[in-house]
């Protein structure tokens, strides 16, 4: 049993204060940031990042909020940096996806060396992940149903997340769970 977090965009533009905050982003990054610096067990810890460049009608001047956005994490910016609140830096790998293309799963990321998040975990014998992060909605979502389709024993660690669409939260979890995803709902206790 090998288990990894993966931290889902942990970065400034998702936060208060960024082009595209989410609310209580800022204190989801807090809060995660004192799960990564305790002794929390899990033998990998990698972060996804928003990275874009030119990801075509991902960004928008009228934005739906839905499927086009205002710009944000682009590659070079202040707002695609982590944000500050995050003090643990040390990630085993960081999967930067996004980049020409709108992409909110993690599997659809990869390494600056080009390694995708599948093989990265394969490699080192990765059968369990636990996802937290932002958004609920967009990044946690996509990344927690890719991994049950891969094949790993999935949990969405729902307490350290933060929704574009907070009212959208119990509908998500209940996808979750019907795909195969494990819900935390705080910790102690889950469903699935
Ligand atoms: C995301 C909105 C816009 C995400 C990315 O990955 O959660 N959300 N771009
Ligand atoms: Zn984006």
Not at 43 to 65: L, M
Not at 93 to 108: C, D, R
Request: aromatic fraction near 8%.
């Amino acid at each position: 049993m090998t288990r990894t977090l993966i931290v889902a965009d942990p970065q400034r533009d998702f936060c208060e204060g960024g082009s595209l905050g989410v609310a209580g982003g800022a204190a989801v990054v807090s809060r995660i940031d004192r799960l990564l610096n305790s002794d929390h067990g899990y033998a990998y810890v990698v972060a996804t990042r928003d990275h874009h460049i030119k990801p075509g009608a991902h960004f928008s001047d009228e934005p739906d909020f839905v499927d086009s956005w205002p710009p944000h994490c682009v590659v070079g910016t202040p707002g695609a940096e982590f944000h500050d609140q995050l003090t643990f830096r040390d990630f085993a790998a960081v999967f930067n996806k996004g980049e020409y293309e709108p992409a909110y799963s993690a599997f659809e990321g990869a390494t600056a060396d080009g390694e995708t998040l599948s093989h990265w975990l394969r490699a080192r014998g990765v059968d369990q992940v636990d996802i937290c992060g932002i958004a609920t909605d967009y990044c946690v979502r996509a990344t927690a149903l890719d991994a049950v389709r891969e094949g790993f024993e999935t949990t969405v660690l729902l307490d350290l997340t933060a929704a574009v669409a907070p009212h959208r939260v119990e509908e998500i979890s209940a996808e979750l769970v019907k795909a195969g995803v494990t819900v935390n709902q705080q910790a102690g206790t889950s469903t699935s």
